[in-house]
Structures are given as C-alpha cells and as structure tokens.
C-alpha cells in the first residue's frame, strides 16, 4: 500500500501548478519514504553536528540572559558562510525537501539573534556599534548572487526562475546576465518589487528580438540578424539608464558581461562599480551580439550633463558568454559573493548538466571531465602553430568557451527537448514565454528551500543593516554623539 501511495504522489508531482502545492506533496512523500526520521536525526558524518549543536546552545543562552555585547562576540565568532560543512550539498540529497533540523534551527536561531542586537535597546551598545558590527560580520559571512547564462530563446526560463525566487522572497539582491541571460537581468535590473510583476505577464512583453537580414548582406558579410531589431526589443523592454542611475532607484546590484573583438582587452563584468555611467541598454546590446548572428556593439555612456556618447569608442563588444558567461571571480571580489545560484540554458551545456548532490563522482562525470580536459590539451598545441590572425583568435574563442565553469553551487536548468534546439533564434510567442516561465519555476522549486536556507542568514545582515541606516538617520543625536561626530571634521579642518 505505502509503494503504491509513494508512486501515486509522485504522479501527482507532474500535475502541481504552484510552490504550495508542490510543497505539500513533497512533504507528504518525506514522511511516506521515512526522510523525516533522517531530519530529527542530528548526527551524520557529513556535517560536525557537534559544533554546530554547541554554537547553537550557546547563542540561545546569551540571547536569553540579555548578555548583548557577549552575544555579539559570540556572532562573530560562529557566522561564517560554511560552519562546520553545514552547506555541504549532500545534506540535501537525502529527502525532498528540508534538511537536518538542527541546521534548520541553528540557522533560526542565528536570525534572530541578529534581529535581537538590531532593534534591541541597549544602553552600552549604541547604534553606531550596531552598525559596525553588521557590516564586519556581514562581510565576513558573505552574500548570493543569481548568474543568467546565454541561450538565445531558450533564456527565457530564467523569467521563471526569477519568479519562482522572487514569490518566496529570496531572489538576491546582486544579479548578472550575459547574452541572454542579459536580457533577463537587464529586465529585472531597471525594476524595484513593486514593479515586477508585469514581466511575468507575457502578454506585457514584446521580445521580438530576431529579424533575418537580406541574402544579399550576408553574401557581403553581414551577421545574419538586423541588429535594429534588437535595440528596438530592448528599448520596449529595459529601462533607460546607466548602470549608477538604475542602482541609486532599484538597489540591485545588476552585472552585464561583454566580451572583446580585438587583442589587448579581456572580457569585462560592466555594472555600477567597474562602468558606472555605461547604458543599461547598451551593454546588454553588446552581450547579446552572438558572432555571425549580430554585429559586434559600441558601448555607450552618459555624460557629467547626461549626453549619450561611445564609451571607448574604438573598441567593439559581442556575446558575453563566449569568454565568462558566469563571471564568479569577479562577483566575489566586487560583492563578496560566495554563493552562486545559477540559471544555465546554454544549449552547449544543458544536455551535461547533471542534479548530482551526493558527492560521489559518477562515471559520467568523470569521462566529460577527461574529455573536456583533453579538448584544451590540443586546443593549447594547436596554438602553437597558428599565428595571432584569424585562426588563432578562433582557437582562443573555443578555448574560453571550453575552460569556462558552468554551473553554480547551485544550479537550475531546464528538460531540454530537440524542439526547443530549433526554436533557438526564434521569436517567442506569448505561449511560448508561458511555458519557458513554467518550466522555470517548476525547475527552481525543489532548489527553493535549499535557496532560502543558505541565505537566511546574508538576507537577515542585509535587513538589518539596512533597518539601521534608515533608523539612525531619523534618531535625533545626542551631545555625546553630535560632539564625536564633529570633533573629528573640524581636526581635519584644522590640519588643512
């Protein structure tokens, strides 16, 4: 009876058509296949349950005797993005939904705490203590990012993936794109909460974004695609703006990657820190420039009096997924991210994405890494023997494409049929968008509470911090204050 019931539910799966749902019925089968015996379990050899039941104790104690300044020591001593494996992937291979409730508590817990020492009044702990604790521990633990990849129309089921992110309330606030995947970010980028949910509308989106050129321009050696076609896609879709202005209003952290033409450049992460006055617009035109189906784009920026000019005018831009289609490095240096969440739809790269938790190293795996590094084996001795013209910029082309990471330490990525494969540089319908969201928010949702746990914690630095500036910019000073914070301007003054 139990089997025929566990098959049952699993049937009813497939026929879900919201997270709630969904939700419930994996909860249901943890409990027929006994994975909620597992959770209650504390022990495993794939975490140290006896560190994190220990940092727990005691960050409950000192959060119940009112011991502020004990606790906060004792934050920023146990806080760190990966305590004792307790983000090990594994622990979420062994039942549907949810992990061991101790890390379940601990992760609680360690909230709020930090909702305690942010709103608490504490009379030997100022709000400028506060602060300073928050953005040291916060930088110390870290943040998540969500990465976009390319995949021409087959990108957009990161508009379901974003929903599905964004409905639980846990879609980071740093987010890139490339190619199409810029698209998609430069879509949400321009956009606050509020004004999101009329993209997941796709009777509000008009992405016609492909129109073939003539034969007689490819004969002469044309791209295959008008590149009006584009901008005009992306002027109905995205916000005009630079990448500072579109901060400054939504708070997102938006990047957009581009990759060179010429020698002498390497591919660039373009957003409000690296390229602060370059259009939205442009960038994401330049992402999008796949070579052979649209032209290489000039980037443009805005100047001091808001003017649009090239920004590097010699310099021409394509597919910022050829040479970093998840730019990791450059978001952890930039934002201090050490998660990554990523959305791949590369149709390069899908048919070898693999949901591998366990941590046991298949035999499939093994032969795409032995082949993959064979691949860059024969590319780098095929170097050897081109010049630097043509030949050897292809060499270099297929060599970024095949060095490149492809998944995240999370990854969402569709079921991909042969019939998507033809529709790659097609226009989609407004059915079509449905079913891509679709297939995106189902695909995210077993991830979801995954998702939501290793970023409580960044989430809760992150609302506090906030809470904090908002609040200590309405408090009146006190002389104490007033005094501390002048005294030093007016040093400053003096020694000028």
Known sequence: MSKKLIASRIRDLDQTSSYDEWREIVRDLDRLEDAEAWKQDETSDDYDY???KERLAEMRELRHEGEVRRLVFCLTESLH??????TAAVLHSYCRFGTKRLIEEYVEEAVRCLDYVCVGDFPDFSTEEKILFFKRTGTSYGRAA??????????????GVIKAL???????RVLSGSSAGAIIAGIVGGRTDEELPPIFDPENLDLQAFQMVGLRQVLNGAALMDPTQLRECLERNIRAGSFVQHFERTHRILGITVSPVGTHQSSRLLNYLTAPNVTLRSAVLASCAVPGVFPPATLEALEYSGEAVPYMRSKRWVDGSIANDLPMLRLARLHNVNLFIVS???PHVVPFMRDDISGKRSLRGMAQQIAAAASRDVLRVTRNYVGSAAPGRIVDLLNDVLSQRYSGDISIFPKQPPRQLMRLFSNPTPDAIRGFIRDGERATWPKLERVRLQTRISRAFEDCLYWLKEHSLRRPLTELERRQRVTPLKNRANRA
């Open 166 to 172: 964004w409905e639980q309330g846990v879609l980071p």
């Open 344 to 346: 791949q739809t590369n």
């Open 146 to 159: 969500l990465l976009l990849s390319g995949g021409a129309t087959l990108g957009m089921f990161h508009l």
């Open 50 to 52: 006896l560190l994190i």
């Open 81 to 86: 993005g990966n305590l004792g494996n307790l």
